[in-house]
Structure formats: C-alpha cells, structure tokens
C-alpha cells in the first residue's frame, strides 16, 4: 500500500513513520529545513513509546514527484488547506481515499472542493508531537489515538485499519459516525488552545489557577451548547468529563497554538474560537469567553514568519 503524508509537519511524520514501520510505502511531503533534515539525515521520532532513527523515507515538497497513491494522510495546517488540496491533485487517482486529520470541523468539506467527496474521509487524532528541530520529532508520550471514518468498508481504509494494528507508538480505530467523532474532540481542543495561547502558560498553570480554569470551563461550556445547537448531543457530563480530561494531562502540557505563539507562527484561530463565535452567532448562543480569546489572540493570528 502506498502512502502519502500531506503536510509532514509534527503530527504528518509522526504518522508516516509509524505506518513505515508497519511495512507501507509511505512517501513525505514537507518544505523548508524540516525537508532537507529528512533528506540528508532521514526522519527521527524521539517517544518513550519507541524511538526511531533516521528513517529513510522519499521526501519532497512536490506532489508529482510521487505520483498517484492508494492513500493521503492530509495533515497540513488549517490555512494551508485551500492550497495543499489543489497541490496534491497528482496523488489522486480513481481509488485514492483522503484521510484528513486536520483540527477543525471544516475539513472534510474545505477539501471536497478540490476532490471527489467521497474519496474524503474525515478524521481525528490524539498525538502530543512538535518538530523539536528538523527532521526530529519529539513525542512525549501520552494518548496516541488515531480514528477516522469506517467509509462503508472501502479497502484502502480497511488497510489502513489493520496497517495501524500492526503499528508502534499509535493505536487506530474506525468510527461509524466521524463527523460526530470530530465534534467530541472540537469541543475539548478549542477551549485548551484558547486558554493556553491566551495566558501563555502551559495546561497545569491555567488549571491550577482558579480564574484562568474558570475561564477554560467558560470555553468549555460554550463549545457543549454549540455542539448541541449543530445536532450534535453527547452522552455523558461534558463539562465535568472536559474538565477531567484538561486535569488528566501532563503539568508542562502546551497546546499545538501556544507553540505556534511561541514561535510566531500563523494561528488556527479563525478555525477554532472564531468559528465558535460565527456558529454561536448563527445560533443565539452567547459565546463571550470565545469572543475574548479571539479577540486576545487576534494580532498574533497572522504570525510573524512562515
């Protein structure tokens, strides 16, 4: 089975290198230094749940230099997606399954546009992973949770399923209702973006402190009523579950947009708490601990470098 990894950042490579060594002909597609790290000394995943190093794997930043693929692993940044969808066009046959694992509730749809919607499959993942330098991806351990559609039992998703089952360091699963799925993980990482990105502190710090975890309950509780307006309702207590998971995680924690603040990179803000305000707007609902993290976050969205 062939694969190919759109957007090998962090989270992209993490993935590639673990369906590697599930036996896949996997193929990353990444740019800047993060590529000629790859290219020069290959991938390297530092985890406690098993190291790899310097997997040689095919990188390039140019899709048709791998030519059609049974499988794309769509993990680039959300404002990436427009772009990233029109460039992978020479990966794309008349088999290809994308996997978006993209944060947001968007995707599926954003990349529809440029593929046929049901060569898209929506997914999410649960992986802690940032580029410590290139070509090095640093995992500290943790959930390590990859699911995605079941696709009416298309074969290459089946593949991918038991490719995963045969994989280290990353357990998959396929859910029967995906779009439900992303919404469940919707609901936990906007308000952990949010809060973290706009105080600057890792998770331990914001939950310990009564103000700022009052605050990322607020986000919390926002994000359940409008999940619920979209028609999407959860078993459980949400609140009290979220606000378990947000303990649950390590102290030092860090959201993928508080790094992305912290090394002035653009935001998936307008993804995130932004699109919370649109639909609580579109809604009824009020949205005001949203509102403030958009408007906190706001000059920072753009970044100050690529």
């Known amino acids: ?22 036996g896949l002909e996997v193929a990353l597609i990444a740019r800047g230094d993060h590529l000629h790290a790859i290219r020069k000394y290959g991938l390297t995943i530092e985890s406690p749940l098993g190291e790899v190093s310097g997997l040689g794997l095919t990188a390039t930043d140019k ?5 059609v693929v049974d499988l794309v692993i769509f993990t680039v940044k959300l404002w990436d997606t427009q772009t990233a969808a029109r460039a992978m066009q020479p990966l794309i046959g008349p088999h290809t399954r994308v996997v978006t694992l993209q944060n947001g ?4 749809a954003t990349i529809s546009k440029h593929v046929a919607r049901d060569q898209v ?12 330098r290139p070509g090095v991806i640093r995992n500290s351990g943790g959930v390590h949770k990859m699911i995605f559609g079941a696709d009416n039992g298309n074969p290459m998703i089946a ?11 990353i357990d998959g699963l396929m859910s029967d209702d995906i779009r439900h799925t992303i919404w469940q993980k919707y609901i936990r990482l906007v308000p952990l973006s949010a809060a973290t990105a706009l105080t600057r502190k890792p998770v331990g710090e914001v939950r310990g402190n009564a103000i700022t975890r009052g605050f990322l309950q607020s986000l919390l509780e926002e994000l359940v009523a409008v ?3 979209e028609g999407h309702e959860f078993t459980g207590d949400q609140i009290s579950e979220g606000m378990a998971f947000y303990d649950g995680l390590p102290e030092e924690f860090k959201s993928s947009m508080l790094e992305d603040v912290e090394r002035e990179n653009r935001l998936e803000l307008p993804w995130l708490s ?24 706001h000059l920072l969205a753009g970044g100050s470098r690529d």
């Open 1 to 22: 089975m062939k694969v190919a990894i759109m957007g090998a950042g962090a989270i992209g490579a993490y993935v590639g290198a673990r369906l590697a060594q599930a």
């Open 63 to 67: 899709p048709q230099d791998i030519g």
């Open 105 to 108: 509730i968007d995707s599926v």
């Open 121 to 132: 499959v929506g997914g999410t993942i649960y992986l802690f992973a940032v580029i410590d």
């Open 159 to 169: 593949r991918l399923a038991d490719a995963l089952e045969r994989a280290p360091g």
């Open 227 to 229: 999940a619920g307006a």
């Open 274 to 297: 932004t699109r919370v305000c649109e639909l609580g707007e579109l809604h009824g609902i009020a949205t005001p601990a949203n509102w403030a993290a958009k408007c906190g976050l």
